[in-house]
Nanobody
Framework: QVLLVESGGGLVQAGGSLRLSCAAP????????VGWFRQARGNEREFVAAIEWTNRRTEYANSVKGRFTISRDSAQSTVYLQMNSLRPEDTAVYYCARAGRIFSSVESIRDLIDNVDWGRGTQVTVSS
């Protein structure tokens, strides 16, 4: 199992921005679809965004469309989640997930169809 490492979380005021990063130490995300999920206290984990291994397709939850952007660097070593216009309801622990097999579709990450590798999460808190 690959352990992913998220970073970039913190406390920000409503309307502010944060950029989360996800790395797989010693490995890359090449050929793997990757996604971001979040879990607010008392809630179930929910899908936020995903990027396909081709980098040609992305998918977003309706609640973050137009505000969040998922991307990865050219070396395929880090996946980012740029979060703008943050709202208090975005407060959650954010988790990175890598598809368990190469060539997976963005839908397979979104719906967690296959086993995925997870990180331990990074806390994002948005104050009103």
């Amino acid at each position: 199992q690959v352990l992913l490492v998220e970073s970039g979380g913190g406390l920000v005021q409503a309307g502010g921005s944060l950029r989360l990063s996800c790395a797989a130490p010693g490995r890359t995300f090449d050929l793997y679809s990757v996604g971001w999920f979040r879990q607010a206290r008392g809630n179930e984990r929910e899908f936020v965004a995903a990027i396909e291994w081709t980098n040609r397709r992305t998918e977003y939850a309706n609640s973050v469309k137009g505000r969040f952007t998922i991307s990865r660097d050219s070396a395929q070593s880090t996946v980012y989640l740029q979060m703008n216009s943050l709202r208090p309801e975005d407060t959650a622990v954010y988790y990175c997930a890598r598809a368990g097999r190469i060539f997976s579709s963005v839908e397979s990450i979104r719906d967690l169809i296959d086993n995925v590798d997870w990180g331990r999460g990074t806390q994002v808190t948005v104050s009103s």
